[in-house]
């Protein structure tokens, strides 16, 4: 093992050459080495800030994914308002913008720049003595939410200013977070195939993505940032907004990939048309341009309105739309058995491709908006992906249109449908319905749940396509050889995938629970189910009063168990999992009164070497202790294992004991 002294020199240029390698390879495009060659330099980043936890610098680029979920975003005051621009839909209503200008500047001379609107969330990112502290969105314009761990996980954008030596005191750049076009296509197309709801629109699934509370989901997401604003800053200023951007791209953020400079309107608008054209060969969805003043120093003589800057305006372009027929309405079964009702198009060109189907959302949209089978419609790509119907022509109505009713009963399985109070959606409430079976599956053989090895998703796909698996019971059914036979399957692995179905019978009671896939029903609930019920009689005799008023039981997770409990098919599964030797009752609780870690609360953060968090924590939970997912001053003890994160700081500084996972196996008796 290095000598500290060595590790804090090793840990500080491992930093500044992987987020070099970074910038390079997310900002520039231009990689200089393998990503062997990269992993085998993050790789020992990651060993020496494990051997070394208190050297972890705040930039290190082991530290984008870390932390327990927030339990809510924190308020952010903007010092300079985050302020919106002012819409412009023609040339002469732009002409108007530049001749008020040109009055209140009194007739000096000025120039533009034009620039892509993206259509984004807006962000701000502060940066003090080059680091980056904190990440916020617009909000109402003077105070915005704190989600600087989110954007943390956004791989173009630095953690630490690049470029300038020394970097300002204070530096806060200002853009838009976005969601790429074909990542969005991707995201959709993930979503859908779990029945999950859709995005409408890559600017609604960046929202959506900055609003996760949990970090880890959030970089999972395809999200990019573009910047090309400043607001509060302190030893650095700017005179023309194109030396701004310059800048901005000299420390380490991506600006747009187009801009323009232009001495006149004339100018200006010849440039929009040449946007106009290129506007498709965009990664990311842009609804219109920005023309600003080029000359910053005159902004303060521009000023302002309450809402709006006078050097600025946004140019909005007109959508691509064609106008088709509604030749019938279907519904689609997700795999979480949402109902989601689709148009069936006269196929008509649009932006380039032909489109057939465009999604409606829900019954209540149809609805409101009074859309019938045979009307003439307006459809448009929302975020040039998704085809969306955006104007009906009633007008055009002949009287053979037909309204559209949702079936009473679910299209795929016909069993019955249900709407929950307060939601827009319907829903099949049959696991067993052919489009969530293979959902179901899955989550009964995931790592939280029931833990089956060798049970990946394209193995349930063949599982459930070829007919051997129905619902979760028929998997204590399979025989080796009828696995063996599968697709890229073979003894071998057939031999493994029965040996752990087979230890799944022994999981315990409350995974046993979780695994079924009760609506509202998550690892902590089923874990509250099984302290007050000892075994699944008791639990499917019990009645909402008996549940109501449990920990983490409300009265709508209550009346999901009843309800699942209450269906002759998902008894029928009970009474087969029972059958097939799965242990459905709570294991003899050990005496945990003399335990000396009874009562005691644990946080864990890293990643421990010997076992899983989860697997940790269900040691803990069976000696008497608790887990938390944050550290306070009730905290007994912090379990550092490696990349362990900002909880390890605050640990220190409320004076929690920290200890490694040699002491914490050496407390559970290893």
Not at 351 to 374: F, K, Y
Request: net charge neutral; charged share 25%.
């Amino acid at each position: 093992m290095p000598s500290r002294e060595q590790a804090k020199e090793r840990i500080r240029w491992l930093c500044l050459e992987l987020n070099r390698h970074n910038h390079l390879y997310y900002v520039l495009a231009r990689p200089e080495i393998s990503d062997t060659q990269y992993d085998a330099l993050y790789r020992e980043l990651v060993t020496l800030e494990g051997q070394f936890p208190d050297l972890v610098q705040p930039d290190s680029p082991t530290t984008r994914v870390g932390g327990q979920p927030l339990t809510e975003f924190k308020p952010v005051k903007h010092v300079i308002p985050m302020m919106s621009l002012e819409k412009t839909y023609s040339a002469d209503e732009l002409r108007s913008f530049v001749e008020r200008a040109e009055r209140l500047l009194e007739r000096k001379a000025f120039t533009f720049v034009v620039e892509p609107k993206i259509d984004g969330v807006a962000v701000s990112l502060r940066y003090e003595n080059g680091l980056l502290t904190t990440g916020s969105t617009r909000g109402d314009g003077r105070t915005g939410d704190d989600i600087t761990q989110n954007l943390r996980t956004i791989r173009s954008i630095p953690l630490s200013l690049v470029g300038k030596d020394p970097p300002p005191p204070l530096l806060e750049i200002r853009g838009e977070v976005y969601m790429p076009k074909a990542g969005f296509a991707e995201l959709n197309d993930s979503l859908q195939d779990k029945g999950e709801e859709t995005f409408a629109n890559p600017r609604n699934a960046a929202a959506g993505s900055l609003k996760i509370l949990d970090a880890t989901v959030v970089a999972q997401r395809p999200l990019e940032a573009l910047f090309y604003d400043i607001g509060e800053a302190r030893g650095i200023s700017f005179e023309r907004h194109s030396g701004l951007l310059a800048a901005i791209s000299g420390f380490g953020l991506c600006t747009a990939p187009w801009h323009r400079e232009c001495r006149a309107l004339a100018h200006v608008l010849e440039e929009l048309e040449n946007l106009r054209r290129e506007r498709h060969d965009f990664p990311f969805e842009m609804d219109g341009a920005v023309i600003k003043i080029n000359e910053r120093n005159l902004y303060a003589d521009l000023g302002s309105t309450a809402k709006s800057p006078r050097w600025a305006v946004a140019f909005k372009y007109q959508a691509e739309q064609a106008e088709t027929r509604i030749n019938a309405i279907t519904v689609q079964v997700g795999r979480t058995g949402v109902l989601t009702p689709v148009a069936e198009l006269e196929p008509v060109a649009l932006a380039g491709s032909t489109i057939s189907r465009a999604t409606l959302h829900n019954a209540e949209e149809i609805t409101r908006r009074d859309i019938r089978v045979g009307d003439t419609v307006v459809v448009e790509k929302a975020g040039d992906v998704i085809p969306a119907v955006v104007d009906v022509h009633k007008e055009a109505r002949t009287g053979s249109e037909k309204q559209f009713t949702m079936p009473a009963r679910c299209p795929v399985c016909s069993g019955p449908i249900t709407r929950t109070e307060g939601q827009v959606a319907l829903r099949c409430e049959n696991l067993q319905c052919p489009a969530q079976i293979k959902r179901w599956i899955r989550h009964f053989g995931e790592r939280g749940a029931m833990d089956i090895e060798g049970l990946g998703g394209a193995l349930v796909d063949q599982l459930v396509d070829a007919g051997l698996v129905r619902d979760p019971s028929d998997l204590y059914h399979l025989t080796a050889e009828r696995v063996a036979a599968l697709e890229r399957m073979g003894d071998r692995s057939a031999t493994n995938l029965l040996a752990g179905i087979n230890a799944s019978k022994q999981r315990d009671f409350w995974r046993v629970v979780f695994a079924l896939g009760i609506r509202h029903v998550g690892a902590k609930s089923a874990q509250t189910l099984e302290e007050h019920f000892a075994d699944i009689n008791q639990l499917v005799d019990a009645q909402p009063e008996d549940l109501q008023g449990l920990p983490d039981v409300g009265p709508v997770v209550a009346a999901a168990i009843h309800g699942f409990f209450k269906s002759a098919r998902n008894r029928e599964l009970i009474a087969k999992l029972h059958s097939a030797g799965v242990i459905m009752q709570r294991a003899a609780r050990r005496n945990v009164a003399d335990s000396a870690l009874a009562g005691k609360v644990f946080v864990l953060t890293g990643t421990l070497e010997t076992c899983s968090r989860d697997k940790a924590a269900e040691r803990l939970r069976k000696l008497g202790a608790k887990t938390s997912s944050s550290v306070s001053s009730k905290t007994d003890y912090v379990v550092a294992g490696s990349e362990p994160g900002s909880k390890l700081d605050k640990a220190r500084k409320l004076g929690v004991e920290v200890i490694d996972e040699r002491a914490f196996l050496a407390m559970l008796g290893n």
